[in-house]
T-cell receptor, first 119, second 116 residues
Framework: GAVVSQHPSRVICKSGTSVKIECRSL??????MFWYRQFPKQSLMLMAT?????????EQGVEKDKFLINHASLTLSTLTVTSAHPEDSSFYIC???????????????FGAGSRLTVL | AQKITQTQPGMFVQEKEAVTLDCTYD???????LFWYKQPSSGEMIFLIY??????QNATEGRYSLNFQKARKSANLVISASQLGDSAMYFC?????????????FGTGTQLKVEL
C-alpha cells in the first residue's frame, strides 16, 4: 500500500534555531499534502495544505512565516519551523491523499509523525 | 462549520468483547465523508474505515464496522472481538465540505484500553 515517510521522528533543538521536517510519498506521487499539529493528548489540527509547485494554503491562525512549507517535487513536502520557541514543541504529522480500494473514496495516509522539542 | 464530537475520553473493554466508540457530527453539507483513524502510542495515524454520506449500507472492514445513523448525525465505530493490540487512541474525522480536498476535521479522540 501507499507509504508516507516522515523524517526525523524526533528532534530536539535550542530556542531560536530552525528545524526542517520532511514528508515523502514513497511509492506514489502526491500533488497535495497536509500538515497537522497535535498537542499532547489532544486532537489533530490542520495547519496547512501543501501544493506541489505553488504556495501552501495556511489555516486561519497559523503563521506562515513561522511554519514554512515547501513542496518542490511530487514526492516531497517540507515543513520548516523557523526561530523555534518552546511553545512550538509539538507532534507534527503529514499526510497525503491516497485512494481507498473498493469504495473509490480518497483517504489520507499519514506519516509516522515528528516530535519536536524546543529547549 | 463542521464539528466532530467524541464524548468518551476513555473506554475499557475486555479482550474478545465488542466495543462501540461514539462519534457525532455537525455539518450543513449534504455530501461528506466520515473516517475513523487509530493512533497507537507510537504516534502514526492508521486509517480504519470510511463512510460516505450517501452510502446506504454501513461500512465494514474486517472487525471494524461503522454504525451510521444519518438522521441522528452519528457515526459510531464498532470493534468486534477486541484484541490487546486494539489499545490505542481512536479519532473520528469528517472530510470538510463538498470536494473539501480531504481536509479533515478531527474529534478529540477516545482512548481505548483492552484488558485481559
Amino acid at each position: 500500500g501507499a507509504v508516507v515517510s516522515q523524517h526525523p521522528s524526533r528532534v530536539i533543538c535550542k530556542s531560536g534555531t530552525s528545524v526542517k521536517i520532511e514528508c515523502r510519498s514513497l511509492d506514489f506521487q502526491a500533488t497535495t499534502m497536509f500538515w497537522y499539529r497535535q498537542f499532547p493528548k489532544q486532537s489533530l489540527m490542520l495547519m496547512a495544505t501543501s501544493n506541489e509547485g505553488s504556495k501552501a494554503t495556511y489555516e486561519q491562525g497559523v503563521e506562515k512565516d513561522k511554519f514554512l512549507i515547501n513542496h518542490a517535487s511530487l514526492t516531497l513536502s517540507t515543513l520548516t519551523v523557523t526561530s523555534a520557541h518552546p511553545e512550538d514543541s509539538s507532534f507534527y504529522i503529514c499526510s497525503a491523499i491516497t485512494g481507498l480500494a473498493g469504495s473509490g473514496a480518497n483517504v489520507l495516509t499519514f506519516g509516522a509523525g515528528s516530535r519536536l522539542t524546543v529547549l | 462549520a463542521q464539528k466532530i464530537t467524541q464524548t468518551q475520553p476513555g473506554m475499557f473493554v475486555q479482550e474478545k468483547e465488542a466495543v462501540t466508540l461514539d462519534c457525532t457530527y455537525d455539518t450543513s453539507d449534504q455530501s461528506y465523508g466520515l473516517f475513523w483513524y487509530k493512533q497507537p502510542s507510537s504516534g502514526e495515524m492508521i486509517f480504519l474505515i470510511y463512510q460516505g454520506s450517501y452510502d446506504e449500507q454501513n461500512a465494514t472492514e474486517g472487525r471494524y464496522s461503522l454504525n451510521f445513523q444519518k438522521a441522528r448525525k452519528s457515526a459510531n465505530l464498532v470493534i468486534s472481538a477486541s484484541q490487546l493490540g486494539d489499545s490505542a487512541m481512536y479519532f473520528c474525522a469528517m472530510e470538510r465540505g463538498t470536494g473539501g480536498g480531504n481536509k479533515l476535521t478531527f474529534g478529540t479522540g477516545t482512548q481505548l484500553k483492552v484488558e485481559l
